[in-house]
């Protein structure tokens, strides 16, 4: 069961850097985890844990708060198909029929080779293109009952892999923040004064 | 199926635009085409002007929040209490209000409006450190968003001693990791400091006074920021030109549903009516396959509906909130009269219900029984009872009349948003809103699906109470 490997706890230690106490990089560490494994592992848990300075039950705590993170090895593409109100009124419930039929499972479910898990999903801010869906959170909008086939057919022969990451990949630019730029994390133990360029208004005005 | 070169939904017109003016370029992401238009020089300006004067300049502008409450953003940042530091910026870009879509086209397509924006309210409400949380399901938008911030750092426009002055900021980039109830500002604080996103009870938890790390924050909305380029630019007054005196400059709507061209408008704020986005020409073009338009949702999945007659409405947030519902994140759902009305409404409480983050006992519990009993009358199988069950469980949530379109008709009188509620949040009422606005203005539609009362043993509804 991994913990982090090496190049991600060298990345886990320039993000815990950034802010003022270091469990506010939990989520983003958890994001790690699972890019790394595909899912969050209870190695990497602990191993995220000791790099905070929390116990492993409050990282559980927190990760499980938030649909992303799955505690579980999943299919290789996360399928969520939205079915909040602009996208139902617009069909997709016969998009969801579809994708159920075309893969085999239910919403819910992930295919016995691992490829495919589908989730009912809520709104993607994408609601004047419904309906739409995300696969591993990359968006296809307007998508028709046959298309949704068509395109579930193209993955599992691999056309999209340069365009779609497998699970866990979110963003694949990171933000770093050059050293000689960088003004660190304003901890409130250190500092309590104003920044040095404020002014205020020489009677009365603004503060 | 649309697979996009780049992202999609906004529709241009002659329109004045202030946050959307760089979307016809293909390129409007990168920051050669942001330095090629403009880009920084609202930075510029403000540096040159001592921090007090920009701030001023901001309030003048009364450029109001976009995030949903619409409150004076300049009036928000001289909240803090005096000589309390450090303060921090957190930037909320959590977009998921259903319908709402706007900040994602924002953040993916003119990411270094946003950066800037930030560095000015940084600069001008004497901010410490700013943390850009974008929602997590967003990957294209993050992607963009680190780019910029990348770029803005090595070309000195972020960092230590911008542009040569004295302003030294850092930008931090945060990625949410999917849960609704963290747009919520005070949930968005808990969940950066890397807890489960609950809201927090206010007061004593105002950002402004208690936020982030138990400091003043301010916490603004992606599109609110992005309007700071132009106002430290052209000033307040060119902002104030446009839209009227209580709803100045532009705003993007989303209008999506059942009309001819759904898509994100950036409109003049304030004149602009519900029925020119609706039926214009440069907008919406009308009501798909010559339809007739039954029902809108005028602010985002929250806000209480809107009928035909309310149609001549503009979009200003203090008429709307008089006329019983809000303008919210500028959200528009349209409904024709194909639209199954309690089903629409279903999909709104299952949202609401399964976004509850179970700290209020009657949006947990009563989010929970709204849609369970919603679900056995689109079933079928409903007695006449539930539909007076719905309307008792959501007396629990928001006690009291509920503001909605019908209020007048039904010799009610129009409750003002907000409305009362029973929770921490506004996530327990919103459960309810979809409710009370299908059953109260389709009565008819439900009666059609529920079955005559039957004998049936009721469960005591007894959820009143919880946090307030
Ligand atoms: C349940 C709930 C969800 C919210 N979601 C968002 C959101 O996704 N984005 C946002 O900017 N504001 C959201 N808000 C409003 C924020 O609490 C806050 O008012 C806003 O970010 C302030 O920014 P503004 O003053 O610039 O509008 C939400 C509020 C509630 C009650
Ligand atoms: S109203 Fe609902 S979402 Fe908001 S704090 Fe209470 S339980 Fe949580
Ligand atoms: S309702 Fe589906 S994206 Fe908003």
Redesign the pocket.
């Known amino acids: 069961m991994p913990r982090l490997n090496e190049q991600n706890t060298a990345l886990a230690a320039e993000i815990i850097a950034r802010y003022p106490r270091p469990k506010s990089a939990l989520i983003p560490l958890l994001h790690l985890a699972q890019e790394q494994d595909g899912w969050v592992t209870d190695e990497a848990m602990r191993h995220i844990a000791d790099l905070v300075g929390v116990t492993p039950a409050e990282v559980r705590g927190t990760g499980t708060f938030y649909e992303m993170f799955q505690f579980e090895p999943i299919g290789r593409y996360l399928i969520n198909i939205c079915g909040t109100m602009s996208c139902a009124l617009l069909g997709a419930d016969e998009l969801m029929r579809a994708a159920e039929e075309e893969l085999g499972i239910h919403a819910g479910g992930t295919t016995d080779d691992g490829m495919f898990t589908l989730h009912r999903a809520e709104c993607q801010a994408a609601c004047t293109e419904a309906p739409c869906l995300q696969v591993n959170y990359r968006y296809r909008f307007r998508v028709t009952p046959v298309e949704i086939r068509q395109f579930i057919r193209e993955i599992r022969a691999g056309q999209h892999e340069a365009e779609i990451p497998s699970h866990g990949t979110l963003a694949r630019i990171r933000q770093h923040i050059p050293v000689d730029r960088g003004v660190g994390a304003v901890d409130p133990a250190a500092v309590n004064e104003a920044p040095v360029w404020v002014t205020t208004a020489p009677e009365g005005g603004a503060s | 199926m649309t697979t996009y070169a780049w992202a999609p939904g906004f529709i241009a017109g002659d329109r004045p635009k202030i946050v959307t003016s760089r979307f016809e370029y293909e390129d409007s992401y990168t920051i050669e085409r942001y330095l090629a238009t403009g880009g920084y020089e609202g930075l510029r300006a403000a540096l040159a002007r001592p921090s007090y004067v920009v701030h001023d300049e901001v309030r003048a502008s009364t450029l109001l929040g976009r995030g949903g409450a619409g409150f004076p953003a300049g009036v928000k940042w001289g909240l803090t209490p005096g000589g309390v530091y450090p303060r921090y910026l957190v930037v909320n870009g959590d977009e998921s209000e259903p319908g709402t879509y706007k900040d994602r086209l924002l953040m993916e397509r003119d990411p270094h409006q946003l950066i800037e924006g930030c560095l000015i309210a940084c600069y001008a409400a004497g901010l410490s450190q700013c943390f850009l949380y974008i929602r997590g399901e967003m990957a294209l938008a993050q992607e963009r968003v680190a780019q910029a911030l990348n770029d803005a750092y090595a070309a000195g426009y972020i960092g230590k001693n911008i542009l040569g002055t004295n302003f030294s900021i850092d930008i931090v980039l945060h990625w949410g990791a999917g849960a609704y109830?963290v747009g919520e500002e005070t949930a968005l604080i808990e969940s950066l400091e890397g807890n489960r996103g609950?809201?927090r009870l206010k007061p004593p938890f105002f950002p402004a006074a208690i936020g982030l790390y138990g400091q003043p924050t301010i916490v603004n909305n992606v599109e609110t920021l992005a309007n700071l380029p132009f106002i430290a630019r052209h000033g307040a007054s060119d902002y104030t030109a446009i839209g009227t005196e209580t709803s100045p400059g532009t705003r993007m709507v989303a209008v999506s549903g059942h009309v001819k061209r759904p898509g994100v408008y950036e409109i003049v704020n304030g004149t602009t009516t519900f029925r020119d986005l609706l039926y214009g020409e440069e907008f919406c073009q009308g009501i798909r396959d010559g339809n007739t338009l039954k029902a809108f949702v005028p602010g985002g999945g929250s806000a209480p509906w809107f009928l035909p007659d309310q149609l001549d409405l503009p979009f200003e947030g203090r008429l709307v909130g008089a006329a019983g519902s809000m303008l919210g994140s500028g959200a528009i759902m349209v409904m024709d009269h194909t639209t199954d009305i309690p089903a629409a409404a279903l999909t709104l409480t299952n949202f609401y219900a399964h976004e509850?983050?179970?700290?209020?006992v009657p949006?947990?519990e009563g989010g929970t029984w709204l849609m369970r009993i919603l679900q056995r009358v689109v079933d079928g199988h409903g007695t006449t009872d539930d539909l007076e069950l719905l309307l008792e469980v959501g007396e629990s949530i928001c006690p009291g009349d509920m503001p909605h379109a019908a209020s007048a008709e039904l010799g009610l009188d129009a409750t003002p948003f907000p409305y009362k509620m029973t929770?921490?949040?506004f996530?327990?009422p919103s459960a309810y809103v979809p409710v009370h606005s299908a059953l109260t203005l389709f009565r008819s539609e439900f009666e059609a699906l529920v079955a005559p009362s039957r004998q049936r043993t009721r469960i005591p509804v007894t959820a009143v109470g919880g946090a307030s």
Do not use: A
């Not at chain 2, 509850?356 to 209020?360: A, I, L, R, T, Y």
């Open positions: 109830v609950m809201p509850s983050c179970g700290k209020c949006c947990r929770t921490i949040c996530v327990g």
